[in-house]
């Protein structure tokens, strides 16, 4: 700095000396501020042409721009080095996705594809750069996905479709948020773990099917002997015995028949369709069909049920699901609640959404299980189900059928103080 302001006061100096000969000092002495001026203009245009990349760097001299240059230099040799470590960890990150076993396809905030690696060309049909821009949800077009996409903001996409390209393959996708505004969608073949899963419940459907028959058939002697007169007295216990047991099997059978049916129907259900079978549903019509046996079971407990029921509200669900899912969560409360016990049966409205509920004063569940009930046979106390007549299959049973009907299962309970099951119906169905 010093240098130039010396120079530029000696210019000046000089050129009012030389004006003083002349007479004309003022004159010499602000023509000359003037060129120094002019001089500094050019000297910071040249700067700037470098630092824009336009030329070379200027002749290195002392001064404030000699500072000015080493210093920008420094910072732009800096930042050269960054870029470049930069792209080469950009370039190693997306070698290592494009070997990654799943597809992956990286959007901005608005969903416009950015990114993506090898195996989304197979699985997915986007392929870079051709798709870079496009909306990720204009090119893969699936119900579930569009639908799943739709809310991903306030629910994170996690589901399981068919590939649209290719029906043999099953894909698990997720969306996920790496940061403000990027999301990487992560896309899995899942086809063996499906075909798997599906080969087990056939199978467990089959056997079920066959031991269907054989079972009515033993039952059928059974209670014949049973009823029958002349049979020995001392095999009347076992007889009784192995009827309660041939009726166990039955119902375990019915239920896990009843399971693969509701699963089937779930699978050949696209999220579009209208479901036959579904239309607008009467509450109290589906109380009618399970009150009698409920009542009938609560008064040999000398339990109490009450009800509050809201006549105005219907959804649109399928009646004699329904009546199954209700049942098993009646038939839960009454079994799990001790003699004169309560039980309270509700059907309200609740923000958005009908909600259909069983309270109990029961023997309450833990909180470690509660996450795990609807799991087939998952039982919290085995012998207690068991004694009661539980298969348990019930909530198994209750999940499956509020999926169908895109409903939420709530189950909130304290040990020792009871239960209360929540059935959750959206409204806007
Ligand atoms: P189960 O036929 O054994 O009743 P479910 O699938 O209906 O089978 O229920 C699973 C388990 O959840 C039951 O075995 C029981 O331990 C527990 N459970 C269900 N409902 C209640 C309830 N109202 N109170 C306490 N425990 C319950």
Redesign the pocket.
Known sequence: MKPDLIKTILIIVAAIALGWTLDMAAEFGLIAAIICNIWLLFRAKRLHNWFTNVKELPHAEQGVFYLLHRDIKAMREKHHAKKRELQHNLKRVREASAALPDAIVITDDNGEITWSNRLAAELLNIRQPRDNGHRVNNLLRHPSFTEAYAKHDDVPVNIDIEAPFNRNISLNLKVIDLAENMQMLVARDITRHVDVTRAQKDFVSNVSHELKTPLTVMRGYLEMIEDGQQCDPSIHKPIKDMLLQTKRMQSTIDDLLYLAKLESKQQNRGSDDIDVEFSQININHILEMIMDSALMLAEQNEQTITMEINNQMSINGNESELQIAFS?LLT??I???PKGGEIHIKWHHRDKTAVFSVT?S????APK?ISR??ERF????QG??RA?G???????IVKHVLERHKAELNIS?SLGNG?C?ECIFPLEL
């Open positions: 098993n839960n409360a079994r799990y609640t109990d029961g023997i309450g569940i299980h009930l609807t998952y039982r919290v106390d207690r189900s009661k539980g298969t348990g299959l019930g909530l198994a309970s239960s099951f």
